[in-house]
């Protein structure tokens, strides 16, 4: 059974890929390096054959060089090839350079790498209109100032703007419109889903599941039995649907855990037992990240798709307890209708974050401040 899907092709977004960056600068600082096969990585001759390939030119992709390579895989691949140590602090500060470019195009940058970026220029700085002159006018500008060259993808989704930034590399503009999309997807390897990684494709072949296509013709329900949550993710990306946003601050506004489950939830023990896990992995992830928040939210999607999000927010900072993010989260689902429907995702997430710098004690300054005083005075 096909279930609709939402597409918002209201926005325009940029994904900037810069071309083979460490090797590219490399090569820039060096040009005798332009027409060798150059590794971005210690020397295995050096370490004893220790060391990964960080990144490689397009020279030495050609014997079949990549990046996560074992060094040692890559002097047998090609012996003649140079390696250069990687100088991170020199490609950071060209990176800085590089997204102070962004910033005179969009403040919504989401940063996902030194070489890489997603941009949100539906209003941009320059008030352009067609994503594509803007595109140009950034691509060269990257060149005009680093001379370092950059592939550009733009679309109405990041899925879909990622999948154009690899399309045609390097120095390529590739957009793709929503009319497009479906014959774009259709045609799309399996291994090019982002998500889709080298333990899941054996799988997706064995299910005879090659390219956009094939998995357009399987229901979402199967693809959740196959995949978990990851199911439903696909489902929505073979339709053209990704709503996620450009996340530009920077500083984190919440942490959360969410799962979609088959089959579908439909008594209360099995809704608190599932509330119970998602409290422990909240609490997990907030400790990791030193954090705490104010503001529970619990997000509930039924077999219908209908979706409620209900949330609850205290006077002083949660206490990071498991068993309390749960209270919490039973006590929104009972202020909820049933649906006879079942439930198909539960997710619990915690807002309104600080970092926790000190102990969290709530006391009375100005009650203290007097206490003081009077006991200073007897």
Known sequence: MDNPVHVDDSRHILHVDMDAFYASIEQRDTPAYKQKPLVISHDPRQTGGRGVVTTANYVARKFGIHSAMP????LKLCPK???VTPDFQHYR???DHIHRIFHEYTDIIETVAFD???LDVTTNKLRLADPVELAVRLQAEIWDQTHLTSSIGISYSKFLAKEASDYRKPVGITIIHAADAHDFLMQLPIERFRGVGKKTVPKMHDLNIQTGQDLLAWDE???IKQFGRFGE????RVR???DRPVEYQRERKSIGNETTYWPFLTTDSEIDAQLDKLAEMLAKTVKKQQMHGRTLVL???YGDFKTKTKRTTQADFLENDPKLYAQMAKEIMNSLPNSPEGVRLLGITLTGLAPISFENIALDLFEHEEHKKYSDDN
Do not use: N, P
């Open 71 to 74: 060094a040692q895989q890559a």
């Open 81 to 83: 090839a140079v390696f």
């Open 93 to 95: 500060a060209i990176s």
């Open 116 to 118: 890489e970026a997603y």
């Open 221 to 223: 329900l199967d693809l």
């Open 233 to 236: 993710i696909l489902y929505q």
């Open 240 to 242: 053209g649907a990704d």
């Open 299 to 301: 997000k509930v999607r």
